[in-house]
């Protein structure tokens, strides 16, 4: 059984920085695309960054440049470094993984990944 569990949320002044974390048990990720979304209160979830299992990044136009995705393949992990962090980047934070192989395309969509962490509340103070 896949399990996601997120790490690394919490309470930061704007202009701040926090890396969330994503280890990922029950089988490898290694050849499979990874993601974040996030949620603010009332609002859709949406698409944060995505990297793929060739390596290739993908992000939202209001985190480009500040935030980064990265994969270690060795330990089943993805990471999010934030930085410059805005009181709108105030949400709950949902690291995301694909359950096809090899796939194609860009993966910006929660529909192309099937397995879901529980969440990280990240909160950004003014």
């Known amino acids: 059984q896949v399990q996601l569990v997120e790490s690394g949320g919490g309470l930061v002044q704007a202009g701040g920085s926090l890396r969330l974390s994503c280890a990922a048990s029950?089988?490898?990720?290694?050849?499979?695309?990874r993601g974040w979304f996030r949620q603010a209160s009332g609002k859709e979830r949406e698409f944060v960054a995505a990297?793929?299992?060739?390596?290739?990044?993908y992000y939202a136009d209001s985190v480009k440049g500040r935030f980064t995705i990265s994969r270690d393949n060795a330990k089943n992990t993805v990471y999010l470094q934030m930085n410059t962090l805005k009181p709108e980047d105030t949400a709950v934070y949902y690291c995301?993984?694909?359950?096809?192989?090899?796939?194609?395309?860009?993966?910006?969509?929660?529909?192309?990944?099937?397995?879901w962490g529980q969440g990280t509340q990240v909160t950004v103070s003014s």
């Open positions: 990297i793929r299992w060739t390596g290739t990044t």
């Open positions: 029950g089988r490898t990720f290694s050849s499979r695309n």
């Open positions: 995301a993984a694909d359950l096809i192989d090899r796939r194609l395309g860009s993966p910006s969509s929660s529909a192309d990944f099937g397995s």
